[in-house]
């Protein structure tokens, strides 16, 4: 109980210290403290007026609920509080957005996309504060990671990354939440209903119109869409031979051809591969069957070749087998419903 008591009274008297040494600051230069805040609120003055007016000639101002168009937000916000009786806002992509910089973050998902890019690897985040946590949790050095976990060797730059990684360790028994669909048990509730939004229910599923893969996580489907633009940099090199990629796993597959200590013979021709991937590649090249265009009698070797021939020789029969292929998947998003 003594040491208890004692950690509040070294924190207040921390505290007193650091609120003394503030006014007498203040006594000393009164007029660069002035001075400071006046320039810190004309700064925050601008910034809001600059914000205002990108999001006014972004957004469609008007009440959700009746279709009333307004000229502002604020007059949103003041006929919700008077008619709806509950706090306004916009919405745009299903997104309920309540907030003017909320309103500005979601604007430059659409204007400006990699607006908040990672300087180290260059990932870009919808949001300024989401690249911040992702700079600090992937980018501290290991040597400055405080959190150690105690049965592995990583470490973590926060506690509540460690705390995540905690349950990674928890036992298969230990885990209560159960799939009713697939029987797969989870440890938290919130992963459960993911697993079942994203796995059962197809809610995120995305079909690329160039090259007809399926994807079930928006990020990864819009940096795949990147690529096809040319507009995602490959900025990870092969630690062998300096080859560039854009995803770690791509270059962790590229590195194991350079391993050929698991030499392999091909059991249709005998041929010797260096590994496992250069077998695999070897036998979908050389001795499995072409798909056949339904329109020519040209055979290709992968889906993505396939598709890429049938958009630019058969625009017509792509398109119908595209909205065939989308009317079997369950991927468009939830209507925003009225509270």
Not at 220 to 248: A, D, R, W
Request: overall charge positive; some cysteine; charged content about 30%.
């Amino acid at each position: 109980m003594k040491k208890v008591t004692q950690e509040p009274m070294k924190a207040s008297i921390l505290m007193n210290q650091i609120v003394q040494i503030q006014k007498k600051k203040i006594a000393e230069h009164p007029e660069e403290d002035v001075e400071e805040r006046t320039k810190s609120t004309k700064d925050r003055k601008s910034r809001d007026e600059k914000i205002d007016e990108e999001i006014h000639a972004f957004f469609k101002m008007e009440c959700v609920l009746c279709n009333i168009p307004f000229s502002r937000f604020t007059d949103v916000q003041v006929h919700f509080r008077k008619e709806h009786k509950r706090r306004g806002y916009v919405v745009c992509c299903g997104k309920k957005l309540n907030r003017p910089m909320k309103l500005h973050e979601h604007m430059n998902v659409h204007v400006n996309p990699t607006k908040h890019q990672c300087p180290v690897c260059e990932k870009w985040y919808k949001t300024h504060d989401s690249m911040l946590m992702h700079r600090k949790l992937q980018h501290t050095p290991v040597e400055e990671r405080k959190f150690f976990c105690k049965k592995c060797p990583k470490r973590f730059a926060l506690a509540h990354a460690l705390t995540a990684h905690m349950i990674t360790h928890m036992p298969a028994e230990e885990k209560k939440h159960v799939c009713s669909t697939c029987g797969q048990a989870f440890a938290l509730a919130t992963i459960l209903v993911q697993h079942v939004r994203r796995v059962h229910e197809n809610a995120h599923v995305q079909v690329c119109e160039i090259c007809a893969k399926v994807f079930r996580c928006k990020n990864i489907f819009e940096k795949h869409m990147l690529e096809h633009n040319n507009q995602l940099k490959p900025t990870i090199p092969c630690t062998v031979c300096g080859k560039m990629f854009t995803y770690l796993v791509a270059m962790q597959r590229h590195r194991r051809r350079h391993n050929t200590s698991g030499s392999l013979e091909c059991p249709i021709c005998q041929r010797v591969a260096a590994n496992r991937q250069a077998l695999q590649e070897h036998i979908k090249n050389n001795h499995r069957e072409r798909k056949a265009s339904s329109v020519a009698s040209v055979g290709f070797n992968s889906n993505a070749n396939y598709f890429h021939h049938k958009k630019n020789a058969h625009p017509a029969e792509h398109k119908a087998e595209r909205e065939k292929r989308l009317a079997q998947q369950v991927f468009l998003k939830p209507e925003v419903k009225a509270d």
